[in-house]
Structure formats: structure tokens, C-alpha cells
């Protein structure tokens, strides 16, 4: 034990000579375990536990110790420890990614786990070429031997000048800092580059959407590739909802890329194939709809448009398929989709309609909103307005077509170009201002196209015009076959065909007895929710009205409501909107409570 002091003593001073030894890599077998590794001023640093592995050294100036490289650190073993072969030098074939600073004391292993053999223990800083991770392990070289040092021990090195970074863990993930407090948003998927700002403390800083990320440089890489991802189109209709629980963020492959923690707001960009488009960080991705929920999916003082309105109920009825089901019952003339979506699990049935009259649609804006406002109280087990939503809506369901008329609300909205067949629409209204027009593109009054005693009806034009016109025949249009056709497969116990302007409840078709005195009390009861006014039987010979033709049909209440003041020939003024949703508010819910007495 002197003479190896005095050697190491020794190596003190001739540490220049030892940095210039000889180039020549001898190849040698380790012989034993617990090998103590040396400083260049003998102290020792670290201790191998090799026994029977093959490593390359270099002789140094001193006989007794040989110079072996563990990472970028010049180390020296007894020569004791080691027997000179004739094979060729170990070496490992693979680009370095990287280097990582090791955290002591720290251990590397033989395989990435920590019951495998340990090969190296150290007690002082070593820097070491990263080779690869794998499992949550760097994979570095010592000597030419791989070994794997645990994510947890070692600390990527990144510079000022480094642009990207690599994540090169399977899940690693990020925060956002509140209250001085990191908390987590989600995980970034393994081979995710991102453009990255020096950081706190070890940390990242990722700048998206006008938010700042922290992401841990442990488990990342530098890299000198350029980050090119396509990012989503733009939202043409912007939701935004919450993750119920960790959402998996998928790119346009399928394959993952990433997750989103609960509780962090998501904007949804568009919906593919039932799958939320989002944008992950600059890049599209997809995720399960069924994963998210709402707290406010409508803005209702607007003018909806049918593409809106689509979009609206395709997202709603995909992230609750649990109770919620969307039907196309139909189509228009134009070819545009009519929707049916029902909210609730109750066996029996209610249904409401809305937009039949072209430029009356903000009763399509009250039907989704009490598809919003009730699908949000459903889905928390809360009151609204004094109503048990859950209990409600599982007794008796609601169903909600919210636009009939869908190139109408389109052409009155929009104009004639937004439609094909915009020039006839034009000589039938005989004026490019539509405000006023309320048939269907084809200058088809849907509301006295519906067969109550149809052949009986004495129109008020005997031709297409922007109203009054009911059409060559009853059910000529295509948009109130999808009505009829679709009633006619249910069993509902009230119908309500929201119209516009004139704050009155119509509710007769004939009906005598007990009927008449189960439908005017039901009509009053919504007088005093709503404080419209109810009209007095009408005693027509015949009717094209939709509500009429439902009470002619299924025997059951079919109300047509006026939600506005009069406002006259034009769309319903958007100031009009609170008043509007203030009185209608509770109406679904009545409806539906009152038809479970049926």
C-alpha cells in the first residue's frame, strides 16, 4: 500500500507526462469487483464493478496504473486489476446524441433495470456521451462497455445555443408554473421536438398558444433537427372543453404523440371521423371527443349559421354518447343535412323544433341552448331553474331538430349566393334583400306544407313566393317529409314548433273533451312560464302548420310558440335575446316533467 501511494504521489507530478502517454488502446480483462477508480491527483472518484468484462486502457507514465476513459474524464486503475489480451479493442458503434452530466453519487448499470449488475459507482461529477435512452436509463459508455445511468441521476447539457430539444423518454412531462408551483398540463411523447428558452433550474421553457411550459431537461436531448409539424387549419367554429380525465393526443397516423391533463381548457378545432381535432404544441393532432365535457358550448347572441349549428351537434352528441343521439333525419332541397339530437335517457318522448320559417331562426339559438344549458346540468347531477335535470331527462327525453329549414335560415342569413339556387330565390322574392323571406329556397312555405286537412287550405298565393305558399301538395318539400317521416317512427307525448314574433302560444286543431282540456292546460301552464299570450281556437277548415298536422296525426299537444314581440316582416333583433331565453328558459324541462303524467 506505500509504494502504490507513493505512486499515486508521484502521478501528481507527472501528470503531464501521463496526458501524453502512449495513443496505443491495449485491451484488457478486468479481474475482480469493487476496483477503485483514481484521479489524476489519486483521489479515488469511483469504483468499477466489471470482473471478466473486456475494456480498452492506455499505459501511462507510471507502471503500476493504467489510464482507462469513463466519459469524457481521464481515470487510472491499478494495473493489478487488470490482465492484458490479444483481442481487438472494444468499441461502440453509435453517434453520440448527446452528453449528460452525472448527479452523484450515482450508479450504472448493466442493463436498464436496478436489480441488473452494477458496473460503476461514483462520488463525483463525470460527463458522459449519451448513446441512446432507453427506459427511463442514458445509455453511455465507459471504457467500451455500454452501461445505463438512470434518467433520475444525470442531467442533460444544453447550452444557450441550443434551439431544440429531443424527447427521448417514452412519457415525459410538462407544467405550467402557478402560485410559484409547477403543475402538470400533460406528457410529451418520445421523439417530440420542440423549440425550446432557457428555463429554472434544469427546466425548459416552451413557449405555446401565449402560455409558457416547463419541461424537465432530464429525459431530453439537444438536437440539431428543425422541428416541421402541420398544425391544424383554422377553427371556423372555436368550442373549448375540459379533459374529463388524461386525454391521449394522437397525430393524423394514429400515432401518439402526447396527453393533455384534466382540467386544462382544450379548444376544439374541428371534428374528423368523430376524433377532436386540437393542436398539440404547433402540430394536429386527434383525440377521443368522448374525453372532454363542456361548461358553455354556445355564444346564443348570434346568428347561427346551419354550418355552426351542424358542427354544434356533431361535437355535443360525440363527447356524451352516454345520453345524448344524433339522427340525420333528412335532408333539404339543397341537399343540406336536417339533425335530430336527443338529449336524455327517458323512454318516453318529447320533441322540439325550430327554424321552419326561414328568417325566424334565432329559435334555433333557444333550442341549443337548452341543448347546452340542460346537457350541462345532466351531466353534473345539478338543479336548473328548480328542475332535477338527471331525474328529468331520464324519465322523458328531449329531442331537438333546431333547424327545418336549413337553405332558408342560408339564404336569408347569407344571401343569394350562398346558395345554388340563389338566382330563382331572387326572382321569386323579386329583391336581393331576403330579410323577410320565410319559405324554403324554393319558395315553398313549409309551414302549410303539412297535411291537417291540407286539401282544404286556402292559400294565400297560388304560387312559390317568400311566404304563404303551401306548396303543389301536402309533403311536397323534402324538409317536411323529414318531419312527418321522422315523428311518425316515435311515440311523442308533446310537440313544440318554436316561430318568432308575436309572444303567442297557437294550440288547436279541433280537438274536443278531454283532449282540448289536457292540451289548453298545458298551453297555460307555459303562459305563465313564458308570459305569452294564448290564441283562441281558429276554427279552419284545414291547416299546412306543423303543430296542427301533430295534434291531427298522434292525438297528443302541438304547440307552436311565437318567442318575440313583433318585430314584422325581418329576423328577430339580437337585443331581443335575453328577454327571449329569460322567458323560455325553463320551457324543455316543463314539457318534458309534464309528459311523464302521460
Keep these: ?96 446524441l448527446g452528453t449528460v452530466k452525472s448527479i452523484f453519487p450515482f450508479t450504472i448499470f448493466e442493463k436498464t433495470s436496478k436489480v441488473s449488475r452494477v458496473l460503476l459507482t461514483g462520488n463525483e461529477e463525470f460527463t458522459f456521451h449519451i448513446l441512446g435512452f432507453l427506459n427511463g436509463y442514458y445509455e453511455v459508455e465507459i471504457a467500451g462497455q455500454i452501461g445505463y445511468l438512470p434518467s433520475a441521476q444525470g442531467q442533460s447539457l444544453f447550452t444557450k445555443e441550443d434551439v431544440f430539444f429531443n424527447v427521448v423518454q417514452d412519457s415525459l412531462p410538462y407544467y405550467e408554473m402557478k402560485n410559484n408551483v409547477l403543475v402538470k398540463k400533460g406528457t410529451f411523447s418520445k421523439g417530440t421536438i420542440l423549440n425550446r428558452e432557457p428555463g429554472i433550474n434544469g427546466y425548459h421553457k416552451v413557449i405555446f398558444d401565449n402560455r409558457t ?45 402526447g396527453t393533455i391533463s384534466r382540467g386544462s381548457f382544450v379548444e376544439i378545432y374541428a371534428l374528423v371521423n368523430g376524433k377532436a381535432v386540437v393542436n398539440f404544441f404547433g402540430q394536429e393532432g386527434r383525440a377521443d371527443m368522448s374525453a ?86 345532466y351531466l353534473n347531477k345539478t338543479k336548473y331553474a328548480g328542475f332535477n335535470v338527471r331525474s328529468t331527462l331520464d324519465a322523458v327525453s328531449i329531442w331537438f331538430v333546431p333547424m327545418m329549414n336549413p337553405d332558408g335560415v342560408t339564404l336569408v342569413q347569407s344571401g343569394a349566393k350562398a346558395v345554388k339556387n340563389g338566382a330563382l330565390a331572387t326572382r321569386i322574392n323579386g329583391s336581393s334583400n331576403f330579410a323577410r323571406w320565410k319559405a324554403n329556397v324554393r319558395g315553398v312555405d313549409l309551414n302549410d306544407n303539412f297535411d291537417a286537412n291540407w286539401n282544404k287550405v286556402k292559400s294565400s298565393t297560388k304560387k312559390p313566393a317568400f311566404q304563404g305558399y303551401g306548396g303543389p301538395r301536402a309533403f311536397s318539400e323534402p324538409e317536411s317529409v323529414a318531419l312527418r317521416d321522422f315523428v311518425r317512427k316515435h311515440s311523442f307525448k308533446t310537440y313544440i314548433s318554436y316561430h318568432s314574433s308575436g309572444q303567442v302560444i297557437y294550440w288547436f286543431q279541433w280537438q274536443k273533451g278531454a283532449q282540448a282540456a289536457r292540451d289548453i292546460t298545458l298551453a297555460r301552464r307555459i303562459t305563465s312560464l313564458t308570459g305569452y299570450s294564448i290564441v283562441p281556437p281558429m276554427y279552419l277548415p284545414g291547416s299546412g302548420s306543423s303543430a296542427d298536422w301533430f295534434i291531427h296525426e298522434k292525438k ?41 303524467k302521460r
Design 1 to 96: 500500500m506505500k509504494k502504490l501511494a507513493l505512486l499515486i504521489v508521484l502521478s501528481i507530478f507527472l501528470l503531464p507526462e501521463i496526458v501524453k502517454a502512449s495513443e496505443v488502446i491495449n485491451v484488457g480483462q478486468i479481474i475482480g469487483n469493487d476496483v477503485p477508480v483514481l484521479n489524476e491527483v489519486g483521489e479515488q472518484i469511483s469504483v468499477l464493478n466489471m470482473n471478466g468484462k473486456l475494456i480498452g486502457y492506455k499505459n501511462s507514465a507510471l507502471p503500476e496504473l493504467v489510464l482507462i476513459h469513463i466519459g469524457e474524464k481521464n481515470t487510472y486503475i491499478n494495473r493489478q486489476f487488470i490482465q492484458q489480451v490479444s483481442q481487438e479493442a472494444p468499441s461502440v458503434n453509435k453517434d453520440s
Design 213 to 257: 411550459f416547463y419541461v424537465s431537461e432530464l429525459g431530453t436531448l439537444p438536437t440539431e433537427s428543425t422541428r416541421v409539424v402541420k398544425g391544424p387549419a383554422k377553427a371556423k367554429f372555436p368550442i373549448k372543453v375540459l379533459p374529463e380525465k388524461e386525454v391521449d393526443i394522437l397525430d393524423v397516423n394514429g400515432d401518439k404523440i
Design 292 to 377: 372532454f365535457v363542456h361548461t358553455n358550448l354556445l355564444s346564443p347572441k348570434k346568428n347561427v349559421s346551419h354550418a355552426e349549428m351542424s358542427y354544434l351537434v356533431q361535437v355535443f352528441a360525440a363527447m356524451y354518447p352516454e345520453f345524448t343521439k344524433l339522427e340525420q333525419i333528412g335532408k333539404s332541397v339543397e341537399g343540406r343535412p336536417i339533425y335530430a339530437i336527443r338529449l336524455g335517457n327517458g323512454k318516453k318522448e318529447v320533441l322540439f323544433d325550430a327554424s321552419l320559417h326561414a328568417r325566424e331562426h334565432m329559435s334555433t339559438n333557444v333550442v341549443l341552448e337548452m341543448l347546452d344549458t340542460y346537457g350541462f346540468h
Design 556 to 596: 297528443m299537444p302541438g304547440l307552436t310558440i311565437e318567442i318575440s314581440p313583433y318585430v314584422g316582416n325581418r329576423p328577430i333583433p339580437l337585443t331581443y335575446w335575453d328577454r327571449i331565453w329569460k322567458q323560455n328558459h325553463k320551457v324543455g324541462l316543463f314539457v318534458a316533467q309534464d309528459a311523464a
